[in-house]
């Protein structure tokens, strides 16, 4: 086996462990940074697939915003830091298990008997053609997205700010 | 690269995802659970796109087009949970309840 072959293997292993840490820790700070490992791991997968510009992306978003937007959220909503046998709802516990067993299970048979191979990776994957394809076969959706994180940034501000002036016109 | 492997790991990133918006109870955690679940898509996307050798790179940039979308997402997500905790005090989503009797 290849050395290749070794570290894939070994991405993947962590993936899964670091995964399974995100949703059965009993602290929420662990479970944020486990996130973080989960994404770090998934970039690798991505660059061992040649997908260059994905990883960065995935870097740059994931774990520099939407994490620390995470970390905001939890410390904003004053969860409790540290163990918390709180955190899970126990008598969902079986039937969550057994659901997402049987998904596995669902989507692992389907997905192993539709597809099989390898994938050789005999040429890194250019940026600057993804760039262009981006701006020209897909620039249609390319804008509509642009138009959705505007919308979801107003949403936010309305959403999170304190709206003064309206509680002084009901008061009045 | 053989590819089942890699399947296997994204069905169960997914279902992990599954498994926690179910049954954790704070909010937050529910969401981080949900990105467990676009990151499988996101996961399977690529490697398909690497699989299939691509050549208008389908895959990645439908990958991108993700990643955007769950950031707005968690935005979104984050405000609503901040709302809902000024007005009721808590992210246990037990407590939130308004529309049962």
Redesign the interface.
């Known amino acids: 086996m290849e050395i ?2 070794i570290v ?2 070994f991405v ?1 292993l962590l ?2 462990s670091t ?2 840490r ?2 059965t820790t009993t602290n ?1 700070i662990h ?2 940074v486990s ?1 973080v490992f ?2 770090a791991l ?1 970039a690798t ?2 660059l ?4 260059e ?2 990883a960065l ?2 870097i740059l ?2 774990i520099g ?2 994490i620390v ?2 970390l ?3 410390m ?2 004053r ?1 409790p830091l540290g163990k918390n046998a ?4 126990d008598k ?2 079986k ?3 057994i ?3 049987a ?2 299970l669902l ?2 048979f389907i ?2 008997s539709g ?5 050789t ?1 005999d040429q890194a ?1 250019s940026t600057q ?2 760039g262009e ?2 701006l020209t ?2 620039v249609f ?1 390319f804008e509509i ?1 642009s138009f ?2 505007l ?3 107003i ?2 501000i309305t ?2 700010r ?1 709206d003064d002036a309206l509680i002084n016109e009901d008061q009045i | ?20 918006i ?8 529910v ?3 949900i ?2 679940i676009l ?1 499988s898509v ?2 399977n996307f ?2 398909f ?3 299939l050798s691509d050549t ?2 389908g895959g ?2 439908f ?3 993700i ?10 997500g ?6 809902l ?2 007005n009721r005090q808590t ?1 246990n989503i ?1 407590e939130f309840d308004l529309m049962k009797w």
């Open positions: 290749y072959e894939t293997y993947l993936l899964l995964a399974l995100v949703v929420v479970a944020a996130l989960t994404l998934t997968l991505f061992l697939l040649s997908a510009f994905v992306v995935l978003v994931y915003a939407v937007l995470f905001f959220g939890i904003i909503t969860a709180e955190l899970d709802n969902n516990k039937a969550g298990a659901l997402a067993f998904i596995f989507f692992s997905l192993i597809f099989s191979g390898e994938i990776i994957s053609l993804l394809i981006l076969r897909f959706p997205v959705v994180l919308a979801a940034l949403g936010g959403l999170a304190k | 690269m053989i590819v089942q492997p890699v399947l296997i790991v994204a069905a169960a990133l997914f279902s992990l995802g599954i498994y926690g179910l049954v954790r109870r704070n909010a937050v955690m969401l981080l659970s990105e467990l990151n996101n996961i690529v490697l796109d690497a699989m208008m790179m990645q940039i990958s991108i087009f990643i955007t979308i769950a950031a707005a997402e968690v935005g979104i984050l405000a609503i949970v901040l709302m905790f000024r992210a037990n």
